[in-house]
């Protein structure tokens, strides 16, 4: 049997501390080489676009893949997970878990690269994925201020309210002086100039995946350490990293692994870093275990035969 749940069991079910736990232990076991991660890849069909990325994380009992589509104005996203004994457990409409679990990257990545805090934090967007970045850096670090900015005066308002932060009144105000900074937007070119960020700040670049697209300017990459979620699927999607390596600015073999830094492979950098956060299946499977655990506990959920 396997077990569907929609869009609304997940809402319910999904707890932010079950998720930064469960993706750092993902992460750390793909940096020991136990668990696997294949980047997204897509297809371009008419009218629509096809993304689809896999893994196998054995320390939470599972494989599986998450799978959505771009078409008609919607995007869909479909979560399936795998027992170790290859049977299907769970089918999981994934839009929340995704931005759940992309927010959990960022937590552990911030804890793991400076501490628990207290931190100084500005975020650059306001959008749906804003509000779970804030909830898990609310989790995971202490926050000594958090600043908000989107060029929406009422989307900034409205988050700094929800998450007891500031809206700030331009990108320079938020990220002046923080000693944290996250950009999780869709814009196509940078969003912030180097010049406005602190020396040794960490900057964590999470909204762009295509590499014809950039959050964060050469020469902000280039002044530092860079970490990224995986090297290969860093390779495939970053346009931060693109556009800095074309500019002189940055040398791929210079990356590390965050997932090594976790299972002790490789020391955390000091200093100015960017840690470049694309998205990992790893992530999705770790995620959607937590959720289908408490579904089983509870009997949320509907169970249907298959195969």
């Given amino acids: 049997m396997a ?34 991660n294949e980047p997204r890849r897509r ?12 893994a196998s994380v ?11 589509t771009v078409g008609g104005g919607d995007v869909r996203f479909l979560v399936v997970l795998f027992g ?3 049977a299907c457990r769970a089918l999981i409409e994934a839009d929340h878990l995704g931005a759940m679990r992309t927010g959990a990257a960022t937590g552990v990545g911030v804890r793991a690269l400076r501490g628990r805090g207290p931190h100084v934090v500005a975020v650059i967007g306001a959008g749906h994925q ?54 999780i937007t869709t814009a196509g070119d940078p969003v912030l100039e180097a010049a406005w960020v602190k020396p040794d700040a960490l900057v964590v670049g999470a909204g762009s995946n295509f590499p014809n697209r950039a959050e964060l300017p050469p020469e902000l990459v280039g002044r530092g350490a860079v ?23 940055f040398d791929w073999e210079s990356a590390v692994e965050l997932g090594g830094i976790l299972a002790g492979k490789a020391a955390p950098p000091t200093g100015a870093t960017v840690f470049e956060s694309h998205g990992l299946a790893v992530w999705d499977v770790a995620a959607a275990a937590t959720v289908l655990a408490r579904a089983e506990q509870e009997g949320a959920g509907q169970e249907v035969p298959l195969f």
């Fill in 130 to 183: 804003a509000q779970t970045q804030v909830m898990a850096l609310q989790s995971a670090v202490e926050l000594a201020e958090l600043r908000i900015y989107s060029r929406t005066p009422e989307k900034r308002e409205a988050l700094a309210a929800a998450a007891g932060g500031v809206a700030a009144e331009s990108a320079e105000a938020a990220v002046r002086d923080a000693d944290i900074v996250v950009t």
């Fill in 227 to 249: 970490v990224v979620d995986q090297l290969a699927a860093a390779r495939l999607e970053s346009g931060d990293l693109h556009r800095a390596a074309e500019a002189g600015q």
């Fill in 84 to 86: 170790l004994d290859g």
């Fill in 3 to 36: 077990r569907v749940l929609r869009e609304a069991d997940v809402e319910r079910l999904a707890e932010m501390p079950a998720i930064l736990a469960a993706v750092e232990d993902a992460m750390r076991e793909l940096g020991a080489g136990d668990a696997q």
């Fill in 58 to 68: 054995p320390g939470a009992g599972y494989t599986g893949l998450k799978a959505y």
């Fill in 43 to 54: 297809v371009y069909a008419p009218g629509g676009l096809l993304n689809v990325m896999f």
